[in-house]
């Protein structure tokens, strides 16, 4: 259901500011035909407010064979997709364009070999550097937007692509490609998308009546919450809430980590159930405990709301997509085909039935389901685009952003273990520049696992290694209720 968020670089500079083309390449653009225009959505992620970029990190036990690296990228479809071989130009008429060129891997492909400063291990150097590019300079605009970085002494290496490029179905997709099965070398790895049950279609003309009214009831009432938002309602302050210039801030990162099997133990003690609705659950839960921790002496209030945003996929087919259809294929192909999801989740003192987290989170999720609100949020985001421009869109994003508390976001990974350029993965991480929020969670799954990437404002939340124990206790509280409640019946 979620897709990736929205993300946002340190640079407060307008986009205008920065020397996209030099003035031989603006003459050189009225004899370029081909130049493809941005479309709306990569006009917003290029917006001082909205100027995004996605940062993945994957390990190895195995020492970093640079040229293997090298020869496996330039040999990708990085030299045949028209976005990820292309620079941004703007034209004459202000318009920006992505124009393709050569790729130069010596200014992509970035390799450190100091190790990072205070890191206690390699995974912790993996999360502080992260960190540090969350709020560090953007990236160049005189070559495509992406940099692969090569920490040699902590064998890992850090993506770095400009959300312009395309969403996280896009960006994993095309990394999916790029890899192999660790039992088959010759084969790719293949991710089986989460499908949600369908109706058998044998229902009577009263129970399709009956759905229809609920498209219409849950989908106005989450549109007015939706604008209410734009507008002027804000959540409650808490000790983790962010807003306007938090994005700016120095950042934290730390991983909290969930056996998929734990996830599917919590999902089977509720019909119905999602691994979406255990992770919200998880959320709720884990943020109850760690304001419980930070606030001891604060009264909050019972059933306080914290909103999180979210991205819902809008591809006709979930999941990982098959590249090669994604480049031929621009209604339903590559880019960014998202919808913007508003998921409140709340406040209760701990200490009672952890599945009643887990109740209220699958409630809320099965509404947002029986509406048109991601729809909507596209096509609002659109309209916004059409008639007051990219500035004012990206305006709307942004104050929906310190509106809300937290972002959040879902990938499926890949089931089973993978190699790229023969270095087998040990994991595999997503997070991204900063945001106005205190919080940002980025969720992938690989190997049995869901990896968690909690970015902080160290400001507001100074120990994002306890939140993320928090989130992690409050997995293992569900499963724990769920082994009681399945025993019981």
């Keep these: 259901m979620f897709n990736i968020s929205y993300f946002k670089t340190s640079s407060k500079a307008p986009i205008k500011d920065t020397p ?24 917003l992620f290029i917006q001082p407010e909205t100027n995004i970029v996605v940062l993945c990190c994957l390990a190895t036990k195995q020492p970093l064979r640079i040229e293997a690296i090298k020869s496996v990228i330039a040999n990708s479809m ?31 492909v970035i390799i ?27 990236l160049e605009t005189d070559k495509p937007l992406w940099e692969v970085h090569l920490l040699t002494s902590h064998k890992c ?8 490029l395309g969403d996280g179905i896009s960006m994993l997709s095309f990394f999916i490609a790029m890899c192999r099965r660790a039992d088959d070398p010759a084969a790719v790895p293949v991710i089986t998308p989460v499908v949600n049950p369908r109706s058998n279609g044998r229902n009577g003309v009263g129970v399709m009546m009956w759905r229809l009214l609920k498209v219409v009831w849950f989908t106005v009432v989450f549109v007015f919450d939706f604008i ?28 909290a980590r969930f056996l998929i099997d734990d996830m599917k133990v919590v999902k089977k003690s509720i019909p119905k159930t999602t691994i979406n609705d255990v992770l919200l659950g998880v959320i709720s839960l884990g943020l109850s405990k760690y304001l419980d921790k930070r606030s001891p ?31 031929q294929d621009r209604s ?21 039935d952890p599945l009643e987290y887990l109740k209220t989170a699958k409630t809320m999720i099965d509404q947002k389901k029986s509406s048109l609100e991601g729809f909507f949020s596209y096509k609002f985001g659109y309209l916004v685009m059409a008639l007051m421009g990219a500035k004012y869109a990206s305006l709307l994003n942004y104050k929906i952003l310190c509106n809300t508390t937290f972002t959040i976001s879902n990938m499926v990974g890949p089931k089973e273990k993978v190699t790229f350029a023969d270095h087998p993965v040990d994991y595999m991480k997503t997070t991204s520049t900063s945001l106005p929020h205190g919080i940002t969670m980025h969720m992938v799954s690989y190997d049995g696992t869901a990896y968690m990437q909690l970015l902080v404002a160290k400001d507001l939340v100074p120990d994002p290694e306890v939140l993320a124990k928090c989130l992690e206790d409050a997995l293992l509280e569900m499963k724990e209720a769920a082994v009681a409640t399945v025993k019981h019946k």
């Design 228 to 255: 209410a938002r734009v507008l002027w309602v804000r959540d409650e302050t808490t000790v983790v809430s962010g807003g306007a210039g938090v994005e700016l801030w120095p950042r934290k990162l730390a991983t």
């Design 78 to 108: 990085l030299a045949k997709h028209p976005r990820l071989s292309s620079i941004l130009v703007v034209g004459k008429n202000g318009r920006e364009y992505w124009r393709k060129t050569e790729i130069d891997m010596e200014r992509h």
């Design 20 to 43: 996209l083309i030099t003035k031989k390449h603006k003459v050189q653009m009225m004899s370029h035909e081909t130049d493809e225009p941005l479309t709306p959505a990569g006009r």
């Design 112 to 138: 450190r070999h100091e190790s990072i400063e205070g890191a206690t291990d390699d995974e912790d150097a993996a999360n502080l550097y992260m960190a540090d590019l969350a709020v560090s300079t953007p």
């Design 157 to 164: 290496a850090v993506i770095r692509a400009h959300h312009a």
């Design 332 to 352: 339903t192909g590559w880019g960014n085909k998202f919808g913007m999801l508003l998921l409140p989740t709340y406040y209760y003192r701990t200490g009672s």
């Design 297 to 327: 002496k604060l009264a909050l209030r019972e059933g306080l709301r914290m909103t999180g945003v979210a991205m819902v996929n809008l591809r006709p087919q979930a999941g990982h997509q098959d590249l090669i259809k994604m480049m």
